[in-house]
């Protein structure tokens, strides 16, 4: 759901204010790319943690945070999880070319290639940005603009301007929330192989500072859409929905220990990534 809500917050924001059909080929291929991207990347990032040892370090399963484990269970083999990881990159990149050679007025392919190497970057070397301090940057463009403004691109053919850049960073803020929520439980295990990430930078203590500050960004990018116009007014509606994010918010103040009650801050996170995706996603369409 983190690939697709934001693809189709850019397919309702075409349809919304350029009243195209937006459900074609293009749009199918767009998805394509994103989900198959998505999985690639997350696949990657489950060999190259299996490399660097981070995942053999806690085997315990913890579903929201810590890797699947699928190597640590002996399901499937390092090898096997790197070709499985390079099926999906291959696939997204084929649809990139596919969508060049529809869309051929725009360099698709240079964006494409940009979008994967960053995606790839994430967790393989040399570059290996979420153990070098620029994971979190990277998820927000990915899962953010990256999305959000390719949807738009190949469904009208035109190039974005920066309506539709602030159009992509409330659920951009929300992503990068549930990369920051997954961090608190993993910092012992993280510190340990020199993952560099935000809290490891900081400290979970006042993680909740961080916290609070992606939370805002969103809900004040989403006025400020609503305000110059690339939203519409019925998105307000959304707003009651950043309420959810207050337990989760309290559990990484005063619980950041205790990785129990952390399993419920990225459950939450993600569930309000959700709702108020979805919620952005029907205001356009329905609107």
């Known amino acids: 759901m983190a690939s697709v809500i934001p693809f189709l917050i850019g397919a309702g924001y075409v349809h919304h204010f350029n009243h195209f059909n937006i459900f074609n080929i293009f749009c199918a291929l767009g998805l394509l790319c994103a989900t198959c991207s998505h999985i ?4 990657f990032n489950d060999y190259f943690d299996s490399k660097s040892g981070n995942d053999w370090q806690d085997k315990r399963e913890h579903i929201f945070f810590g890797g699947s484990k699928i190597i640590q269970n002996g399901l499937m083999r390092e090898k096997e999880v790197f070709r499985f990881a390079s099926f999906f990159i291959i696939l997204a990149a084929l649809s990139v070319i596919a969508l060049q050679v529809l869309i051929p007025g725009i360099p698709i392919i240079l964006f494409g290639v940009l979008i994967l190497f960053l995606a790839v970057s994430y967790s393989a070397p040399p570059l290996k940005f979420a153990y070098t ?3 979190e940057l990277v998820i927000f463009i990915l899962f953010g603009p990256a999305s959000v403004l390719g949807a738009y691109t190949i469904l009208t053919g035109k190039y974005f301007g920066m309506k539709e850049i602030l159009v992509s ?3 951009a803020f929300l992503v990068t929330a549930i990369l920051y929520a997954n961090e608190v439980p993993d910092y012992n295990i993280d510190k340990n192989v020199n993952k560099k990430n935000l809290i490891v930078r900081t400290s979970p203590k006042i993680a909740w500072i961080g916290y609070i500050v992606l939370i805002l960004g969103s809900a004040i990018s989403l006025l400020a859409c609503i305000y110059v116009g690339s939203a519409p007014k ?3 509606f959304i707003l009651p929905l950043y309420l959810i994010y207050i337990k989760p918010l309290m559990v990484i103040k005063n619980e950041f220990g205790d990785i129990e009650r952390l399993k419920i801050a ?3 996170t993600i569930t309000g990534h959700t709702l108020i995706g979805l919620g952005l996603t029907l205001a356009y369409f329905c609107a």
Request: net charge positive; proline share 6%; glycine share 18%.
């Open 133 to 135: 301090g620029w994971g």
């Open 266 to 268: 990225s459950k939450l």
């Open 40 to 43: 690639g990347a997350n696949v």
């Open 169 to 171: 960073f409330p659920i």
């Open 234 to 236: 019925q998105m307000l």
